[in-house]
């Protein structure tokens, strides 16, 4: 994922807070919020998932017209032509997601993220055949440049597609 600006906003913060069902008011609550650690409203811990939407590649949102990840009569939102004409979608999953924390990130910041291979390794497994682990380290840094979170996923993906026939 690569974002040059994801602005932060409190609205942002208290929609986010409450997609996830959390109703801590360290999220929304200003007064409470104040006399709290942070000293004032912050963010969810994986807010930061929020800014893909400002990345203008990211694969998952929906586009008027394009079939995505998730759309249409197909699992995949994808016809076969699509798929490679193989009738079926890869085995791919995201795996892991941790997260290091540098700060708490508040409303008024404005975040940049930059995304970059980590390490690759592979499992041998029994239904699925061969696992294939990709790691990718997400940096978010804030408008002065400093640190805020640095993110670490993990997605794999399968050398056979796992069905309903086995």
Do not use: C
Request: cysteine-free; proline content about 6%.
């Amino acid at each position: 994922m690569t974002v040059e600006r994801f602005p932060v906003e409190g609205s942002h913060i208290l929609m986010f807070a409450r997609a996830i069902g959390d109703d801590n008011p360290v999220y929304r609550d200003e007064q409470k919020a104040r006399q709290g650690e942070a000293g004032g409203i912050i963010a969810p811990p994986t807010f930061v998932q929020a800014g893909a939407q400002f990345d203008p590649d990211y694969g998952l949102r929906p586009r008027a017209g394009v079939p995505w990840l998730g759309s249409g009569k197909h699992p995949s939102g994808l016809s076969s032509a699509d798929r490679g004409g193989g009738g079926r979608a890869s085995g791919v999953l995201h795996a892991e997601q941790h997260y290091e924390y540098h700060r708490h990130i508040k409303p008024g910041d404005v975040l940049t993220a930059k995304s970059e291979p980590g390490r690759t390794w592979e499992k041998e497994s029994k239904r699925a055949g061969k696992l294939k682990f990709t790691e990718r380290i997400t940096t978010y840094t804030d408008q002065h440049g400093q640190i805020v979170i640095t993110a670490r996923s993990v997605g794999m993906s399968t050398e056979r597609v796992i069905g309903k026939e086995e």
